[in-house]
């Protein structure tokens, strides 16, 4: 990188812990006006950045059917992530501790993420039901028709995939946010 002191710009990087206090002993980074444009112009001809990140994962056991799922959105994966989140009270205190429950995130994470097969399409979850003998078909719930189209390992499978396409990529990070106990515990 070449230019100037006075064409860089100074950053200071600032480690904030969970008390709040800063760690101001990490190093200061330095930019220069090329690479702050050369950013920007990366930005600005990439063409898929207001377009939905889309793929797909294949049924193992019934080969014609196909999942096709898109990104979630940060706002939107944090709502899902919330909503599956279980918090209960430290017996004799005031702590309160919250875990997310892996098979409910897997659940709502294939039911946001898929367009097709489209699981908030009751037409759909009524065929399932009544292909899968559900007594009351018309009455069916997203999660009944997600556990009559998938084992447990093939909705893990799907919900890796779906957490990769989301930009989560470390195995060990996707393993312990799906990792959840099955519905019975």
């Known amino acids: 990188m070449s230019g100037s002191s006075a064409e860089r710009t100074k950053i200071k990087v600032e480690e904030v812990s969970p008390t709040g ?6 190093p200061e980074i330095l930019f220069d006006e090329q690479s702050k ?26 080969p014609d059917l ?8 940060s706002a939107k994966f944090d709502e899902v992530q919330e909503n599956c989140t279980d918090k209960s009270r430290v017996k004799n205190t ?7 429950n892996g098979n409910k995130l897997n659940h709502a994470l294939i039911e946001e993420a898929c367009v097709d097969p489209n699981f908030k399409d009751a037409e759909f979850r009524r065929t399932v039901a009544a292909r899968s003998g ?19 390992g093939e909705m893990y499978q799907l919900g890796a995939a779906i957490m990769n396409n989301i930009g989560f990529t470390d195995d060990e990070v996707v393993v312990q946010a799906l990792k959840g106990s099955s519905s019975g515990e």
């Open 66 to 73: 196909t999942f096709h799922f898109m990104a979630l959105k």
């Open 37 to 62: 444009k050369t950013a920007l112009k990366a930005i600005l001809a990439f063409e898929g950045l207001d377009k939905p990140v889309m793929d797909e994962w294949k049924h193992p056991r019934i």
């Open 94 to 100: 005031a702590q309160i501790t919250s875990e997310v």
């Open 21 to 26: 206090d800063v760690n101001e002993e990490l």
């Open 134 to 152: 559900h007594q009351a078909p018309e009455a069916v719930r997203v999660n009944e028709v997600i556990d009559a189209l998938l084992l447990p």
